[in-house]
């Protein structure tokens, strides 16, 4: 006989709930962000560089955590601290735009996947100049 479980397999990965909720944090990020409406001398005149790739929401939706990147790559490690310093900014924004029972706490952290996607590039480029470097013999 079949058991069922109420708690969801960890490897499913995030609900629908969860990657709704994400991008529409995401969203009012981005806007904050523009409208820069900022006490931190940093974030007003370096907003516009930050790019929030994703926004990742836990499953019971108080926390969040933000991919957040420069455009350049310049001032990383400065703008992650200027943002988390200005976190309850956009949470007040989250929670005047998005309808929700709990407004999630917000962490801003570095986005690698671009750095990732990069890397690959180059192990990709390098395979096929051996390839062809192969085939000229």
Request: charged letters at 25%; glycine letters at 6%.
């Amino acid at each position: 006989m079949k058991r069922f479980s109420s708690q969801k397999n960890d490897m499913a990965g995030p609900s629908q709930r969860q990657l709704r909720v994400g991008e529409q944090l995401r969203h009012v990020i981005s806007d904050t962000l523009t409208r820069g409406h900022f006490h931190d001398e940093f974030l007003l005149n370096h907003a516009g560089l930050v790019l929030v790739s994703e926004v990742r929401v836990s499953p019971d939706m108080k926390h969040a955590t933000a991919y957040a990147t420069m455009v350049g790559g310049e001032n990383l490690a400065q703008s992650l601290t200027s943002l988390n310093a200005n976190a309850d900014i956009f949470q007040k924004d989250i929670a005047r735009q998005v309808r929700m029972k709990f407004t999630p706490k917000l962490r801003f952290v570095e986005d690698t996947v671009f750095d990732n996607a990069a890397k690959m590039d180059r192990l990709i480029s390098s395979l096929n100049i051996k390839h062809d470097e192969s085939e000229g013999q």
